[in-house]
């Protein structure tokens, strides 16, 4: 069935660090891709998403490339900082007419410390 | 512009009791969906309500599990004769408009613990 899989958790990095987080799916079709971000205390909230093969998703100095040759979409920074701290979920969306419907991964805690 | 609230942020309930879950939209929003998140699992859809009706219910529980948005108050999840393996953080999410996925906005979450 469709399911996302992202890498295992806590990554723990010094501040001006680059970050990496792989992201992989498995759906039929050509889903929607996201990056949700979780601050401490707070709700989920849409970091980047991309629609299309070949698409990059790009805010707050992260970006993610939609890769369809490898179903991947890892999140990348280049220099992350401590307020970067949060746990980020990979989901997608199969049906751009469901698109409340995300598949989300487990989630990554990142820490970053000065 | 409060956000997305719920409460409680944490719940304990024994077998078979009944849980409710309640999710205050942002407000101008009329549509809301409700995940759980399973120990080691990712968030997974459940429900998606509009204003007293269930438009989605295709990832909730075929019993115990009911949710609803009635015209005045909160959106509720209840689950009924809770079992321990309903405990899970359930998050709500709202948006102003049926499926555009750049609009939801997620709450905190229920932690919900069954003993």
């Known amino acids: 069935g469709d399911s996302v899989t992202q890498m295992e958790g806590p990554v723990t990095l010094s501040e001006e660090a680059f970050l990496t987080i792989n992201c992989t799916y498995t759906?039929?079709?050509?889903?929607?891709l996201f990056w949700y971000v979780q601050y401490p205390g707070e709700g989920l909230q849409l970091l980047l998403k991309a629609t299309k093969a070949d698409d990059k998703g790009s805010n707050k100095g992260f970006e993610a490339t939609y890769r369809k040759e490898t179903t991947s979409f890892h999140l990348e920074k280049g220099s992350v900082q401590v307020s970067d701290s949060a746990v980020y979920f990979c989901?997608?969306?199969?049906?751009?007419?469901?698109?409340?419907?995300?598949?989300f991964g487990k989630g990554t805690s990142l820490l970053v410390t000065p | 512009n409060a956000g997305v609230m719920q409460n409680p942020r944490h719940l304990v309930r024994r077998r078979g009791q009944e849980a409710r879950l309640r999710c205050s939209p942002m407000k101008g929003h009329s549509h809301v969906y409700w995940y759980r998140q399973l120990p080691e699992e990712g968030l997974k859809f459940m429900v998606y309500l509009q204003k007293e009706n269930i438009i989605d219910e295709s990832g909730m529980p075929k019993e115990r599990f009911s949710a609803e948005f009635p015209k005045e108050g909160p959106s509720i999840l209840r689950i009924q004769q809770v079992v321990r393996g309903d405990s899970a953080a359930y998050f709500c999410a709202s948006s102003p408009f049926g499926t555009n996925d750049e609009k939801l906005f997620f709450g905190s979450g229920t932690q919900l613990s069954v003993l």
């Open positions: 759906a039929t079709g050509y889903p929607s």
């Open positions: 989901a997608f969306v199969a049906n751009s007419n469901s698109g409340y419907a995300l598949n």
